[in-house]
């Protein structure tokens, strides 16, 4: 199967982020064009792109026949026409929250894709990917916990751009956790009320910083969000459910945590190697390809141990067996690195 | 640049990983040849992989002019010879450890490489890239913790197969700590001591598990491990560092714990979301590239929140906006959705 | 000085633990009066007590010349008339909560105790004196965390009495958090809402389980705690402070933990052996003094490490200082402990 | 039955400690006997005690006919001598570690009470007392983790007083891990060996420090202790037993963390009230009782919670109840504290 041709419409920090992962990361697609209202910055991308084209007109872009998929990384207010663009050329999308700035064009970019019918639009909600909330998930849905009864949030930043607002901590904040109580307990929030406690006062002057949210979801469950986004400290995003079972908790940079019967805390230690050095197996893979691929220029083709690296734990390796025949201690024995030139 | 093509040579459960890692995960590479002595495995996997081939004997793969690079996860016996094949044929190779079975070929190859004047060889130590590891390292380096003086380490598997000897944890397990002690202090070992207290009595008949590791750097830092392969728990690999100025440990399953002056424990909270949510913006990704190239056949483009995802969510930040605005509850108005046929 | 006379009147399941804890923990008094409904109980407890009294009506427990000091473990409703005798004859009076059942009683018992001008009232909320409670008003006394802005707490009972009824959750559970609160901020609640998720399968018919209150001080600091009496899991108690400059947390099991700029999380390491072997050593006297008083007729004046220890101890470090001269294992030498009766 | 009258013999540092823990904690005794060979310093610490004389021989305090148990807080070589003083008169003795200080005079001091037969001397290896080896002793003779293999140690102190030697490494600091060892196995060190690596730049000069400690039980258990007594950061005492079906560690500052099947890592959750806050009531107890002891002299009777915070937390309940049934918020109404004059 040949590579997916992907249009990032928008380059601004967040499309460029998602340009650089679909080219080192991501397996079976690239970037066959970019496009942003700022044109150098677009020009700027794709120099450095082999096969990438900077196309002027995000609605061209869409339309191109050379191009299988689009990421809109553009600014809210551009994305109605340009979810109806995707549609009408029945190319799939990747669309940046929001998916529109309003409910009712929301509601008609929804009601577009259904007479389609066939799923072309996704939401960046990306923690549903997160292997935290990802196993928060699993373990509700595993039942193991029984019925959740209360959802605590808490999402911090440590600092916002100027430009920030009060309003701005709803829709751009809060809107995730209203994302991951849907996602988490697979049903509607059917009411919300927004506390202002008197504010930091580190906030900026007006903003109404932090906010308490009080949701409450179709079958009565209950949901509070601390947002507070001039923290000072660090980017914190903690979720805790409260179920009929016990609870469990993420977010606390100890992975998940769960409280259950009868009576202990604790979280789960790494089944294998597999789990517990999948990420170093990938990180290695990538680049020693990356090291391989630019060897002809460099000379080297290895990021990583080297085979002196392979030599030493071998000679240290040899001395250890040695010891476990006799119980005694043992010299390690090893030729001085610097008679091999080269080494 | 086009894609490296890859020869991975023995394809049994660690050969296979690396298969799927190379097709699925890593980015500018694919595999272009398989080979194992079981051709029936290889045949099966290569006919997963378009424009994969079987080549029967490894020594021709390597020297196969259509292969860029070589994957070695045949077993250790054979990585002599298959080693020096690639030296001689300028293959670049990442070699599973180890690099040979005893010190004095490990010694031949290392300088058959010299002679060469290039590095092509790259042995499997993957815990040098594994982010804990890492951060560690990187803090040795930074000069935080001052000098270091002892290394305590401990590796637990819960089970071994049964034809696993009391030398094997030698070889197999303390192998990887023999690595990190190298990688994290920059100097060679240069005695050890293997002390085997009584067996566990789950071990195997006559394996002497566990086995504590004792070993001397030359500078004289400490190092001991703890080897314990049938613990019958979990897989924890711990390594903690105890230096001049404070002292630090992994694999306690919540990443890095600094203990430093004065007198605090802790670790890092997540500065950012790139680094919260980056691994979950990759698998977002790759799993949307994934529904998309599968999209003509199931007419679903999508693997995440849907367009009536981010409508839910608009709606409920326009209640929540209007919340904050009156200070009062809000309720949520919503189409329903079984009103949107489709949808 | 002599010992404080005490009365304890009610000894119901508290009751009975003070009269134990004024008997065998505390320096500085002892029961001298019991009191309770049910005399039986009452005859029972003073019968174990060289030196204690039952009196029948607790007014005149209250009122004996012989009583110095009294604990009032008496059911709510009695407080009133008992704490008003109590100011009458001056005598100090340890309350459990409630103060009394109602508002209006309650200042007036605060009325009459101020016109006395001297304060004779203590009320039961013991969480001040928790040493997590202690250190958490500390960090926020010390101005580190800078203006406190919220505060989250949630407390959690694995089972209550089939008795509990919905309103029994605020007076009874919410009321220790009430005055959590305003322990940590020094000033007064304003205003109150109780919210009622639907409620956990597991709650007695009609009894709305868990419930949320959220509270706000006078000036403007938001706070929220989950009551929830029917978890099934263990009792947890824990108390976050959001705050200007960082947050800390307790009652998650593992000490203060704190998150301060610059983005780093944690908790204290004990600076000395006072502070983290002080219980060890309290326990240790405690259980020898009580060793000793009955080791007339036990023969035995020992509760913990004997002689034989001791010798066992000296005869290791000595081997141990000789290894540390010579650098080799040492074998330690000890006479067998058969050889020695009664050793 | 009456209060113990305990004879401390020295009161420098440590003597000191335990005479204010037999006056302000424990229960059922008290000191009547203070010597020292600083005779100043006892008579200073006799004064602020009503009761307490100084006398200036140790060996009269041991045979004072009003003296009924002795606490040995002198320098180690003078232990010897007044152990066998107390075993002459029959008076039970806590005596600081060492028993004494060679083993030979050990050994005789261990025949010499087990000829009369009944057992006197107590020594004071308090960890034994501490709740954390208290918990994993429990753990251990549950059978929860099966055959123990393996234990761990670390004791670590920031700094050492000058004169500290290397032999004071293993005299004065291992000494506490040979008792633990013994105490949680419950057998005899049969070896030991010191390692000495390079040494801690900030350690005196001549001094090896760190050290490690490798023990064989007379079982085949191994233990391996690092001893480090001048790193800058904190004390820190560290026990990790390894075992046949799990592991277990206390001293991280977080209680004691369990690690078994089937792969999960965790803690115990409080079960109930009294373990949680029983240490908060004792305090509250005690703090009472000793305000009120003085309350004559400062007419105050209170040390905690006043009568006005019974009420303003009654004040709070009654809205949260009105709430409760409501379903909406409710303002408290309280009467203005200023407006009682003395409340």
Known sequence: ????????????????????????????????????????????????????????????????????AVVLATPG????????????????????????????????????????????????????FDHEYAALKAMLDSGELGRPLVLHCAHRNPAVPPSFDSAMIVRDSLVHEVDVTRFL??????????????????????????????????????????????????????????AEKGSAMIGLDVGLIRKTAPGTWGGQITPGFRERFGQAYDTEFQRWVDAVRHGSSTGNYVDGPSAWDG?????????????????????VTMVARETIAGA
């Open 1 to 68: 199967m040949s590579d997916l041709r992907v249009a990032v419409l928008g380059v601004g920090i967040m499309g460029a982020d998602h340009v650089a992962r679909l080219t080192s990361t991501i397996s079976g697609a690239h970037v066959a064009v970019v496009n942003d209202y700022l044109t150098d910055k677009a020009e700027q991308i794709a120099a450095g792109l082999p096969g990438c084209r900077v196309v002027a007109d995000p609605l061209d872009a869409i339309a191109d026949p050379d191009v299988d």
């Open 77 to 128: 207010p551009a994305h109605e026409k340009q979810l109806l663009a995707c549609l009408e050329h029945g190319k799939p999308v990747l669309c940046e929250k929001p998916l529109t700035t309003d409910v009712e064009t929301s509601l008609e970019v929804v009601k577009r894709e259904a007479e389609l019918g066939k799923r072309l639009i996704q939401v960046g909600f990306m923690r549903r």
């Open 185 to 242: 307990f697979n049903e509607e929030i059917i009411a919300i009320q927004i506390i202002t406690p008197s504010a930091n006062p580190g906030a900026p002057d007006g903003v109404a910083d932090p906010q308490i949210a009080i949701m409450r979801t179709a079958s009565g469950k209950h949901v509070d969000v601390e947002l507070f986004v001039t923290t000072g400290v660090a980017y914190e995003v903690r979720t805790e459910v409260v």
């Open 311 to 331: 030599y030493a734990a071998a000679a240290v390796c040899e001395a250890g067996v040695q010891s476990l025949n006799s119980g005694k201690p043992v010299e």
